[in-house]
């Protein structure tokens, strides 16, 4: 009898979204895993639909599968705040159709693991971190107003003690399960005492249940100085959101590119898998986009689905393949199509078996 599937819904997004959508599903299909792929309209085909960007029979879809493969949905500048209107007709803002889904989905930690690799990282090949943003608070809960006409402006950073403990309790368990060895805490309480203050008091307080681990803190500012002069001296890290969103595209900067950085984000009952880009319209049906953080999102779905075989074959599969430099994408150097670069990961994936 075949293995009951691994059922996963699809948000195909919108820029070069369905294209790296295309490319994952048929990379991550050729590890012979039985899946069951269920698109869930977003964004326009969910206006078509149902009236809004995210109508509550979206969330609803999305709430009945673990796990979703999520391409980046376009954020245009001045395009305004997502509405979602909720099953009561109440209604939701958000700064974001991006951030209306992490926020309808209760997904609390974005996990963006970010390495080097030989071929294309030059003197970061060795840098292998994975950083838990936290992603429910912070300076980007969108509590901002202006004073009087230009004069000032404020913005409320909001840190609380049960979104602080569940970020570091997961950056443990992230690093238990990872068999990583140090954990790191990125803050900048010498001035924010109170919010990152707390956000750190948190993080050791849930440490001392994690003996086993090399346990630190470092400043923001330090820590962008010493990823760039000593790449291997942070594996786990746990952070903020708006800190943890800015030193991991640096890090992504490093390894080579932003077509490099996955990411995952994480609740109780449902991830999201998405790169850490955005939906790059500039070369949207170019044929040319880089699927591999797409690609590398889905791996950390094969290993939270327990198919952890599979998702190191896939890893090997893109390590080699990058280590090769043929059929590398533009933003990578090379002049290959996104398909030409998808055919390539097949065959090595299926090599890696
Ligand atoms: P967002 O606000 O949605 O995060 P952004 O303004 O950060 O978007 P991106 O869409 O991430 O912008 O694109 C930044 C640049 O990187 C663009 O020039 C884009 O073409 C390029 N880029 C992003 N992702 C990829 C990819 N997967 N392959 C190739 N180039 C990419
Ligand atoms: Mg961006």
Known sequence: MSDPPLIVSVLKGNGIGPEIIKSTIAVLESTCINFEWREVPIAEESIKLYGHPIAPEVVAQLRQTKHCIKAPLIVKPGQGKTVCVQPDGSQSTYPSLNNAVRRELGLFVNVRPIRGYTGVSGAYEDLDIAIMREVTEDVYIGHEHGIGNDLAAEAIKLTTRSASLRVAKYGFEYAVRMKRERVTCVHKANVLGMTDGLFLR?????????????????????????????????????????????????????????GLAPGANISDDVCTYEASHGAAPDIAGLGIANPLALILSGVEMLRNAAYQKQADAVQRAIAEFLQKKQYLTPDLGGIAKTEEMTAALVQGVRSQL
């Open 202 to 258: 948190c993080f050791y307080e849930v440490a001392a249940q994690y003996p086993q681990f090399k346990v630190d803190d470092v400043m923001i500012d330090a820590a962008c100085y010493l990823i760039v002069k000593d790449p291997k001296r942070f594996d786990v890290v746990v952070t903020p959101n708006q800190y943890g969103d800015i030193f991991s595209d640096l890090a992504a900067g490093l390894v080579g590119s932003l």
